[in-house]
């Protein structure tokens, strides 16, 4: 795990508003995907068109997808890209570039706020681009949950596979990630906190992240495998917590510092009567 530095600019995305209801852009646009399941009120915004998203139902390019406490929207792009949108969460699909009928050259999105799960598909790994109100997350064939707080702190667990995460400082600093497992904070002044101690990760992932320990919410496409996150299988007392597995100190911003040559210096539950809440 290594911290680096880059200087490379960060393109924003506006939130599109929405005041009436209105059939889905289709005539305007190739649909970027498909939401292969809905569950409560999940709404598409498209400039100042608004549309119920429903089961089968079809994403575009500029699409805000927003639901509500108890919503929930699992969506296939064409290139196979899975992304699940949470309770209470906002994605906004910024680009999808078609690079064929099953791959695309530039898929780029982002995490508003809420719980958020991202599967990679066909498409190169150069193509993807993560956006969150603190960085930007680059993958690298990657399944990881994500959960993005009222403030833009981003809180990131990986499943399978590597993803660089970059705050939005000036110069950047950005963490690889590459060991399954592992969470990572960031937080909107750029500081970078790993969750090492394997009772307060098990904690954190069971109480913020709604998918983590709970693969039967999502369909079978969209799980991953959580095995062997959990504490469940330590019986240190609480007084030993503090040495538990995995409570090494976590790598600081000063590990391996890099410059670049532009720049300087699987379990059950189910939501509760009010929804999932993000803290």
């Known amino acids: 795990m290594r911290i680096k530095t880059l200087v ?3 393109a924003g995305a506006a939130i599109a508003g929405a005041l009436f209801l209105a059939p ?3 005539a305007l646009a190739q649909p970027a995907g498909t939401a292969t399941d809905v569950s409560a009120t999940a709404r598409a915004v498209s400039g100042t068109q608004t ?4 089961t089968q139902g079809a994403v575009f390019t500029g699409d805000v997808i927003t639901t509500d406490p108890t919503g929930q929207a699992q969506i296939r792009f064409a290139d196979d890209t899975k992304m699940v949108v949470g ?3 906002q994605l906004e699909i910024d680009r999808f570039v078609f690079q064929s009928s099953t791959t695309a050259s530039e ?9 958020f799960r991202f599967i990679t598909g066909r498409s190169s790994k150069q193509a993807y681009r993560i956006n969150f109100p603190g960085g930007t997350i680059g993958v690298r064939g990657t399944e990881i949950d994500m959960v993005i707080g009222p403030d833009g702190t981003g809180k990131f667990a990986l499943w399978e596979g590597a993803f660089e995460v970059c705050d939005d400082s000036s110069p950047r600093r950005c963490a690889l990630i590459e060991d399954p497992c592992t969470v990572i904070i960031v937080t909107p002044a750029g500081d970078f906190e790993w969750v090492q101690n394997v009772y307060e990760r098990t904690d954190l992932l069971d109480a913020e992240f709604p998918y983590a320990f709970r693969q039967n919410l999502v369909q079978p496409t969209y799980r991953t495998s959580a095995r062997g996150c959990e504490a469940r299988e330590y019986t240190a007392p609480p007084e030993s917590r503090d040495t538990a597995p ?5 790598p600081g911003p000063e590990e391996e510092v890099e410059q670049d040559d532009e720049g300087e210096g699987e379990g059950e539950g189910e939501y509760g009567d009010e ?3 993000n803290g």
Do not use: D, H, K, W
């Not at 549309?51 to 429903?54: G, H, N």
């Open 51 to 54: 549309r119920f998203l429903e």
């Open 246 to 250: 995995n409570s090494e100190p976590a």
């Open 107 to 115: 898929v780029s999105m982002e995490t508003v706020r809420g719980a």
């Open 275 to 277: 929804g999932y809440t």
């Open 8 to 10: 490379r600019p960060v």
């Open 24 to 26: 889905a852009p289709a």
């Open 87 to 89: 309770p209470n969460s």
